[in-house]
């Protein structure tokens, strides 16, 4: 029994110093295949290790004999993913991306105003290649834009094709006695179409009404419209208060009422005041009376700090009041001194 075991053991013991040791299942390498995988291997069996789809090395496949050492000689076999060409650029968009290797899948977007035209994304392929032919940025377009009614194009350019790209812009007019309400000026848009387009109102004015003291043109017809004018005046002495010309407004109202307001009469013989800022005799600069809104500053005296101020006067539609502290010296009383001599105070 022992001598059968002996023998055993021995024809082992012998086999192993003729035959060498057996390798072990080889090392996993990143992105490797190795064929045939097996547990272990006899000395003289071979392997052989390549890239896996998608990833290559630089020398190739690799080829390996168990040594009878039982240890497989070292391996520098490195697979590095396949690079798909350089597509980090789409005019007028964006790409975006990690790298190009395999197998990363990089993504494409567009400017506003700028459509994507193509696929939105390309994997990088085990060939090394795009999975779908890259996109390109097509401008955004506009069909000619609806005209409202009542209106016409005034500045309208499209391109060839008669469409316009975003950010393009068209100008309506509304036609004689229509006015428009919303902008005129329509663009555009990054979705390939038209702002708002504006509206044509037809609006009419009253015939406006004659102000006291005075008079108003306009135009001798049936009807008066938008746009049409007015002018206003006034008789002798009276001042217009308001524009002379006023325009019938898009609410159908007239720009303003103008009215003719008189002037004053004064009651003051003799006065130095202040007028836009220059000392000038009332007497001599208002003889045939103040107008309408003119406006004059009177000085008076204060007893105490014998000093002069100034207080103002206004003509307002034939009425000014004299400030009570001014006081009108009698041309006679030549010794006071008139408070527009007075210093400041
Ligand atoms: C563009 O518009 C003009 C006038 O409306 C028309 O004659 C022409 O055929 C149009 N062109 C195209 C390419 O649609
Ligand atoms: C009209 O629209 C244009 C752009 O389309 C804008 O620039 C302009 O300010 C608008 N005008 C008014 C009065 O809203
Ligand atoms: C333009 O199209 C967009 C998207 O379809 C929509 O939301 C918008 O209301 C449209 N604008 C006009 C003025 O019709
Ligand atoms: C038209 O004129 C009236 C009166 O002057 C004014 O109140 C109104 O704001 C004007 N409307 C427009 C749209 O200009
Ligand atoms: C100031 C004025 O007269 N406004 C009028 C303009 O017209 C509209 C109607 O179109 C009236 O509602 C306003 O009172």
């Not at 050492?69 to 490195?78: A, D, Y």
């Not at 697979?79 to 290797?101: D, H, K, Q, S, W």
């Not at 506003?112 to 940025?137: I, M, N, Q």
């Not at 217009?240 to 006023?246: R, W």
Request: net charge positive; charged share 20%; proline share 8%.
């Amino acid at each position: 029994m022992i001598s059968l075991v002996l023998v055993l053991l021995s024809s082992f013991l012998c086999h192993v110093a003729t035959a060498g040791r057996t390798c072990p299942k080889p090392d996993d390498l990143p992105f490797a295949i190795v064929v045939p995988v097996k547990a272990s291997y006899d000395p003289g069996e071979q392997i052989v290790y390549s890239c896996q789809p998608g990833y290559v090395s630089r020398g190739g496949m690799r080829r390996f004999t168990c040594p009878l050492t039982g240890i497989w000689p070292i391996n520098t076999l490195k697979c590095m993913p396949r690079v798909c060409p350089f597509a980090g650029i789409l005019e007028n968009g964006a790409v975006r991306y990690t790298t190009f290797e395999y197998p990363n899948t990089i993504s494409f977007s567009c400017n506003t105003g700028f459509h994507l035209s193509g696929a939105s994304s390309a994997k990088c392929t085990e060939e090394g290649r795009w999975s779908v032919d890259l996109p390109v940025c097509a401008p955004v377009t506009c069909p000619p834009p609806a005209i409202p009614k009542f209106a016409t194009l005034s500045v309208y350019k499209p391109l060839a094709g008669n469409n316009s790209i975003y950010g393009n812009k068209a100008v309506f007019e509304c036609l004689p006695h229509y006015a428009m309400f919303g902008n005129d000026t329509v663009t555009c848009t990054a979705h390939g179409n038209w702002t708002t387009l504006p509206e044509c109102r037809e609006v009419k004015c009253p015939f406006p009404s004659r102000p006291d003291n005075g008079f108003v043109n306009y135009p001798a017809k049936q009807t008066l419209y938008y746009k049409d004018k007015a002018t206003y005046g006034c008789h002798d002495t009276y001042v217009l208060d308001g524009p002379e010309e006023v325009e019938c407004n898009k609410s159908g109202n007239w720009s303003a009422q103008p009215s003719c307001k008189a002037s004053c009469k004064l009651s003051v013989k003799k006065a130095t005041v202040l007028y836009q800022g220059e000392r000038v005799k009332l007497q001599e600069k208002f003889k045939d009376g103040m107008l309408h809104g003119e406006k004059v500053s009177f000085f008076c005296k204060n007893k105490e700090k014998k000093c002069s101020y100034t207080e103002d006067a206004q003509c307002i539609d034939g009425t000014i009041e004299i400030p009570k502290c001014f006081k009108e010296h009698s041309s006679l009383a030549f010794w006071k001194t008139d408070a527009s001599d007075v210093k400041p105070c």
